[in-house]
């Protein structure tokens, strides 16, 4: 079997080969996020779901002889070209595009550009101005000797920044970095590098905000280990798990994220757990010997951060008596750091399991824990100096498991892995707890987590089989709703969406479920992002659909929020103290609100939770009646392709409001009020035909022929069946659409070629014909599967090419699930 290939479902033939760009390992929340990027799990360092290493080690000992199976043991090594932070440095620079194509080669006569000092940037302290959307960078560097180690970029920058070394791209990145970050170039440094005169050239862009960026080299060092063969993964809702052969063992490793939303407790218990089952493949038994280690990685923002830990023990009566190992910061700044490309740096990472005689564990740097067991099989635990900085030799927490002699029969192991973020989110001043901890009192002397692990330990065999009866149901369900193509979506979106969340209890008790915008600018519960994000919740709990929208509705009853219409977010992740955005989005935001509201009352056979909020849903009817059948030139949820008046798109979701508000109004009984609203939307609607029309299909903006746009937001009057538009609509939509597909999927409008596939998958869902909707569906997973950009999957990408454009790891891919919300809830 191919080792890049998933294996398909059990007892289900699935037509298509799911090749995830990125395998989810452990995701907790959008803080405990770490994810295998390729094929391999032993290819690459385990990572962030911002790509920064997390690293999960595995070796296992077959016989004396050592193999790795997880992750590849590293640490940042040498500077090879400092940063600014390390000493400015001169450079040549321009801002508009050079004249000529070569102008990163060593050959390219810069003497014309501007003379500047590194780094680039419009805050102050920036050594030299940058205000302009786009800079072009040659610095000039001398080398007395290069290292051939793995070579890594050490950078902060935004937006985007591509990197040339003597000529040649090694690295091209997207998104905001505020903190200097090490991203690997896959290349080692004597492949792009010389002694002697070296050009570091790159090019930088900034879209919006404040523009800066620096660079510098590092070499990354390698503890080189002899990978074990894999031989297949699989990839379901709720499990990846890999297999590998080893000198006549096989060994299977199984991650499970017990993501199961009938229970909220388990869903948000931030424990999750590893298993390893080895058996022997030859007739023969083996000796056999398992090593894990986590990093102190995993717990800090920056590798720069001073860790400590400490080892205990939870022995409650009546339980298994379990051994842990826990890692954190030493300042403990708890909801100290917000923003998007950050990681957590307060609470613990911990890593535990049954205590017993052939399970030892040892605390401290990779290297040392690594070499000992690759001599003796096993860990001991030493007293190493703290704390210490992570960049100081990588501490690590690690476990070895001695085996004894495994034959044909397998031989299972289990570790927990789990975080303890003390508070979870900041909430108008206010700091919340995670929701399983709500009524968590010390019994028995433990601390709230020594509970929750030993809690897990108790569920462990029970988890298992639930997670594997909801994974096949999943995975029947979507495939009889769409197909294999869009079971196999369903499969790669599911906990990626639900671990972009944060499950808090509100000031009074309340139900809270927090959205962060990965990689997209790091607001927290954002209205633009629940609205994609929500047909997953609204099939499987829509209780945490109304946990997203209740600090919204808040924030406006609260007086906080004081404008007509509903607000973008509530602040920056995790500060929840009211909205950072830069600019509303009026017509978007009230539009998903009402929809949102009247999808519940679908879903629920009653509309109680909207009469809970029927003075805001109220006032943003209100406003859209107003202003949003012809909206003035603003953003919406599409806002990376920039503001643009008469959104023919934005109207359908006002009109879809306006008759959301009807049909609200016909569920609480007031017929009348209800007649009234959607008389009005269905009006509007014949207007909007007339203004939209352009013959064969219907503008990107109302009286602009020859432009065009996906009109996802008409999946809801089919889904609600409302009958505001006429069905022709979506029939003459979808015709169209399907002249206008690329290898990768329909482009988002006429304006640009890259698309967004969670609107894709909505507007796939207005097909009647299953043939059409697979052919609209069909090339986003060639995007997923092909894409060279093998991170967490990204919601938006080019469709010519399959590249990455921004994003990645957002909730808003929860949205795929709308084929099988409109089939299972709402048909």
């Known amino acids: 079997m191919n080792a890049s290939a998933a294996v398909a479902q059990p007892d289900v033939v699935s037509e298509t080969r799911l090749n995830p760009p990125a395998i989810p390992l452990l995701t907790i ?114 080398l007395d000797q290069v290292p051939d180690g793995p070579l890594l970029v050490n950078a902060i920058q935004n937006d985007n920044y591509e990197l040339f070394i003597n000529g040649e791209r090694v690295a091209k990145v997207g998104g905001v970095s505020p903190d200097y970050r090490l991203t690997p170039t896959h290349r080692n440094a004597s492949e792009v590098l010389r002694k002697g005169r070296n050009i570091i050239a790159f ?19 390698l503890l080189h280990y002899k990978p074990a063969e894999q031989t297949a993964r699989r990839m379901t809702a709720t499990r990846s798990e890999f297999v590998f052969t080893a000198a006549g063992v096989e060994l299977t490793v199984t991650f499970l994220s017990p993501l199961l939303m009938t229970n909220l407790d388990v869903l948000s218990r931030p424990v999750q757990y590893l298993t390893f089952t080895v058996r022997a493949t030859d007739g023969k038994k083996h000796d056999v010997q398992l090593y894990t280690d986590a990093s102190a990685e995993l717990a800090v923002n920056t590798p720069d951060q001073l860790v400590t830990w400490q080892r205990g023990r939870v022995n409650r009566p009546g339980s298994a008596a379990l051994d842990y190992m826990r890692v954190g910061t030493v300042e403990q700044k708890v909801l100290g750091r917000k923003g998007d ?40 635990d030493l007293h190493e100096r703290m704390p210490r900085l992570v960049s100081d030799s990588l501490p690590v927490l690690a476990t070895s498991m001695a085996l004894g002699q495994v034959g044909e029969k397998p031989v299972k192991q289990h570790l927990l892995l789990g975080y303890d973020d003390v508070k979870s989110v900041e909430y108008f001043g206010q700091p919340l707890n995670a929701w399983w901890r709500r009524y968590h009192q010390s019994t028995d002397g433990l601390t ?40 196999d979506l369903c499969v790669l979106a599911y906990r990626q969406a639900i671990a972009a969340h944060k499950l808090v209890a509100g000031p009074k008790g309340e139900l809270f479920f927090f959205s962060k915008e990965n990689f997209s600018n790091g607001s927290i519960g954002t209205v633009d992002v629940t609205y994609p994000s929500a047909p997953l919740f609204l099939l499987y709990n829509p209780n945490l659909l109304k946990g997203m929208m209740e600090p919204i509705f808040q924030y406006s009853e609260s007086g906080r929020w004081n404008k007509p219409f509903a607000a973008h977010d509530v602040g920056t992740y995790p500060l929840a103290n009211g909205q950072t955005y830069g600019e509303d989005m009026p017509v978007e935001e009230c539009g998903n609100m009402l929809i949102l509201t009247a999808a519940i009352a679908a879903v629920e056979g009653n509309a109680n939770y909207a009469r809970q909020h029927w003075a805001s849903l109220t006032l943003w009817t209100d406003y859209l009646i107003q202003h949003g059948f012809d909206p003035a030139n603003q953003l919406c949820t599409d806002d990376f392709a920039g503001h643009i008046a008469r959104n023919a798109n934005l109207s359908v979701k ?74 022709e609509v979506a029939r003459r939509e979808l015709a169209y659409y399907l002249t206008k597909q690329q290898p990768f999927g329909l482009p988002l409008d006429s304006r640009k070629t890259y698309t967004k596939s969670d609107w894709i998958i909505w507007t796939a869902t207005l097909a009647d014909r299953p043939a059409d909707f697979e052919a609209l569906i069909a090339p986003v997973l060639r995007f997923a599967n092909e894409t060279p950009d093998r991170v967490p999957l990204n919601d938006w990408h080019e469709t010519t090419t399959g590249t990455k454009v921004g994003f990645q790891a957002r909730s808003v891919v929860g949205g795929y699930f709308i084929k099988l919300l409109q089939v299972k809830k709402l048909h």
């Open 654 to 727: 006002a009109i879809m409001g306006i008759a959301c508000y009807g049909y609200l109004a016909g569920r609480l009984g007031d017929k009348p009020r209800e007649q009234e609203y959607m008389d009005m939307a269905r009006d509007l609607a014949r207007k909007w035909m007339k203004l939209a029309d352009d013959g064969d299909h219907y503008s990107l903006t109302f009286e602009n022929p020859g432009t065009w746009s996906q009109k996802y937001n008409l999946v809801w009057d089919k889904l609600l069946k409302l009958n505001v538009f006429p069905d």
């Open 341 to 380: 490309d950050v990681r957590i740096d307060w609470g613990h990472f911990y890593v535990a399991s049954v205590a017993g005689p052939n399970t030892s564990r040892r605390i401290g740097s990779l290297a040392s824990a690594l070499n000992q067991f690759e001599r003796e099989g096993r860990v001991t």
């Open 448 to 487: 709230s987590m020594e509970q929750a692990l030993q809690d897990a330990e108790t569920d462990y065999t029970t988890l298992q089989k639930q997670c594997d009866a909801f994974d096949r149901q999943l995975y029947a369900d979507a495939l009889k709703a769409g197909g294999a193509t869009y079971a």
């Open 29 to 142: 929340d959008p803080y405990t996020s770490v994810w295998s990027f390729g094929p391999q799990l032993h290819q690459d360092a385990t990572r962030h779901w911002t790509g920064q290493p997390n690293q999960l080690n595995g070796l296992i000992r077959v016989d004396g002889q050592t193999f790795r199976f997880m992750g590849n043991p590293s640490f940042a090594g040498e500077t090879i070209v400092p940063t600014a932070r390390q000493g400015a440095y001169a450079a040549r620079y321009l801002t508009e595009k050079p004249a000529s194509d070569d102008w990163m080669s060593p050959a390219f006569d810069d003497s014309q550009w501007t003379k500047g000092t590194g780094h680039f940037g419009s805050r102050a302290g920036d050594e030299t101005s940058w205000t302009t959307p786009n800079l072009y960078v040659r610095r000039e560097v001398v």
């Open 203 to 221: 090019h930088s862009e900034n879209f919006s905000g404040p523009g800066f960026v620096d660079l510098g080299l590092v070499e990354q060092r």
